[in-house]
């Protein structure tokens, strides 16, 4: 039988066992979104903001092992979208997001809400379509999906045209499909494998350094085997939290600009670094002239070649699916390794470094960020899946929250998008309905995608907002306070609205908490009395409170500014 | 380093622009670039002349593997090749440079293509160093146009390129 090209968008979305579509209705999608009225397998829903979907399906993703979808329509739909596609590409989060394009005979002519789709999100997409002909949608579908969960995953975006949508052609759905120009390798070459275990048998001073492939891959369990059973420290990126438990007495915490004075210095001074799903990127390993001076191993094991030896040399690397790679780890430990056995000297000296307990923060008479994180951590029992936006109080969060489980911390880190916060946490509740949601922000980074406590009212998601109020661009003006002698350009946020009656206004609840002692029993109250309502926590923070340690751009790892510094 | 990267990639309309994006995008740059469909319509065939470091070449080629629409990259220059350049080039043909014209074509083994009273126009191929010598060996106020494919290269013997 004959279908549209609409009703072909909806049977594949089926056949993919696509729950949720994030999306935004226009002119180009019209046909899409009738098909979506027909039917209810697959349920839309509605944002306020394109950028807001394309960050919902994101997390959708990133908390759970589906892929995230997002359809919005042309033009302007489709360049409000592009944030969120470039974050997800920058933390390689498998999406496949179907734009709106204007017919295929307007296309180039300047149409209303035209735009280059195709151009425009080329460099921030694994890889994009433009459907020409009815007949290659189903199968181009199928690609998309194939590419976007394959290898390095990331975001696919497909452009669809009005009349591809109109057109009818038979429905056939590939069960799989043949790229002879993609080929995503799996299994890690074993003579590499074998040589790396030889070295992680002989090392002095090793650390394991995980990074965002790690949860990504859903390795965390091999890891944690693999790390226990060599007993080294592990180090986690910001991507990478969750992938080794945070309570674990061998994980020395986040390293990089504001990571814990151990873990920083264990990277540097290790003798090998087995590096899992991470990049050595410039917030990690802070300036890689710095970083080479030391004498080192490294073995790299990520699924994209192109990671490797991209910032350092590797000495040993390993293409390959990372709990695949550290399976076969695992069988080749000699039987008589002992974990522990020649580290003794290492422990005692990573136990010297903790010992400066880098976190330690001075209480004041006005609430501490880090102090709301803490609590907000003992009242959630750990348990909750926490969001964040992007500046101090994502810093804060990764610091002081402490994931024990992958998949539970969403945010930014590659791309660093401000705004990501409130969409990514309905895009977590979507993925997992039971689970207590917080968005840890800022009243700078909230203000970005604010039109989504409408969407959070529609759908009634109880979201914990714990908006970190300093009346401060924070980060910003840590920098400015730090380099720029002080001189606060622009970092100031006046006019705030009064965040509790704006949350009310939604038909939220809000609440302003403005004394140390009162953050606990508020942040109780939001998760049992206010349990099932989206509460806006404004929490008035001491505006001084600067986020340490801290590697400043382009300093070296070891080059750390301490809080006892100052 | 000068390299020669020849890729087999996928016919498609905007394979093109991501080869090229990629290359502006990451810094790379770009001395030469060619590209037509090969015998198999289905696929292009491009030539990049880029130079860089070991590590820069490495990271190019890595970058162009993960591009969905490239099928296969080699670098020619890593191993015995050949390389050509075709370049079209109009001079000032008139009076006694008429007569110099016609000889500095023979000497480099040009053919002229199109004669005029005042001009030729002369078709040279070759690495792009004899291309070099000859623009070099002409008095550059008699050079009217020039025009060049960029290299095409191929690896000698049994270093086949192909799907």
Known sequence: MMITGAEIVIRCLQEEKVEHVFGYPGGSVLHIYDEFFKQDQVKHILVRHEQAAVHAADAYSRSSQKVGVALVTSGPGVTNAVTGIATAYSDSVPLVVLCGQVPTHYIGQDAFQECDTVGITRPCVKHNFLVKDVKDLAVTLKKAFHIATTGRPGPVVVDIPKDITANKCEFDYPKAVQMRSYNPVVKGHLGQIKKAVQLLQEAKRPIIYTGGGVILSDAAEKLTQLARRLGFPVTNTLMGLGGYPATDRQNVGMLGMHGTYEANMSMHYADLILAIGARFDDRVIGNPEHFGEEQRKIIHIDIDPSSISKRVKVDVPIVGNVPDVLDEMLKLLDEGFKADAGLADWWKQIDDWRGRDSLRYKQSDLIMPQFVVEKLYEVTGGEAFITSDVGQHQMFAAQYYKFDKPRRWINSGGLGTMGVGLPYAMGVRFANPEAPVACITGEGSIQMCIQEMSTCKQFELPVKIINLNNGMLGMVRQWQEMFYSKRYSQSYVTSLPDFVKLAESYGHVGMKIEKPEDVEPALRKAFTEYKDRLVFMDFIIDPTANVFPMVAAGKGLTEMILAEDL | ?163
């Open chain 2, 1 to 163: 380093m000068r390299h020669i990267i020849s890729i087999l990639l996928e016919n498609e309309a905007g394979a093109l622009s991501r080869v090229a994006g990629l290359f502006s995008a990451r810094g790379y740059n770009i001395e030469t670039l060619t590209v037509a469909p090969t015998e198999d319509a289905s696929l292009s065939r491009m030539t990049i002349v880029t130079r860089g470091s070991d590590e820069v070449l490495e990271q190019i080629t890595k970058q162009l593997n993960k591009l969905v629409d490239v099928v296969k990259v080699v670098d020619l220059s890593e191993a015995a090749h050949v390389e050509r350049e075709l370049m079209l080039i109009k001079v000032r043909a008139t009076g006694k440079d008429r007569e110099e014209m016609k000889r500095m074509a023979d000497i480099f083994r040009g053919r002229i293509i199109d004669v005029t009273e005042s001009t030729y126009v002369i078709e040279l191929t070759g690495t792009s160093a004899k291309l070099d010598s000859f623009i070099n060996a002409l008095d550059a106020g008699l050079i009217l146009e020039t025009v060049r494919t960029g290299v095409s290269g191929i690896g000698r013997g049994d270093r086949i390129l192909k799907v």
